[in-house]
């Protein structure tokens, strides 16, 4: 088992930027961690993904330029970097970690979820 804690959501004005976090523990080794947001009556829509031992991370294309992920491994965090947000970034976002062996980027294939942390980009 996984237990994931998201957090670092909030209100920020177009432009701006915001850093989430998510804490894992449990069974961690060997997991892909990635970042998925769901903006009102969307479907979840996968955004980045990393191993523990960290390398340049995978993107979906949209996000390139504007978000990093990146990966602590010591203290079993993942963080996700927004930079220059747009009002279509509102969403809820999560952290979720999966165990297979490659990066699927249906929420389906990833196993375990934090529990959200809503992101208001103002205009």
């Known amino acids: 088992q996984v237990q994931l804690v998201g957090s670092g959501g909030g209100v920020v004005q177009t432009g701006g930027s915001l850093s989430l976090s998510c804490a894992a523990s449990g069974r961690t080794f060997g997991t892909y961690m990635g970042w998925f947001r769901q903006a009102p009556g969307k479907e979840r829509e996968f955004l980045a993904a990393i191993s523990w031992s960290g390398g340049a991370g995978y993107y979906a294309e949209s996000m390139k330029g504007r978000f990093t992920i990146a990966a602590d491994s010591a203290k079993r965090t993942v963080y996700l970097q927004m930079n220059n947000l747009k009002p279509e970034d509102t969403a809820v976002y999560s952290c979720?970690?999966?165990?297979?062996?490659?990066?699927?980027?249906?929420?389906?294939?990833?196993?375990?979820w934090g529990q959200g942390t809503q992101v208001t980009v103002s205009s």
């Open positions: 979720a970690a999966t165990m297979k062996s490659y990066i699927p980027t249906a929420a389906y294939e990833w196993s375990y």
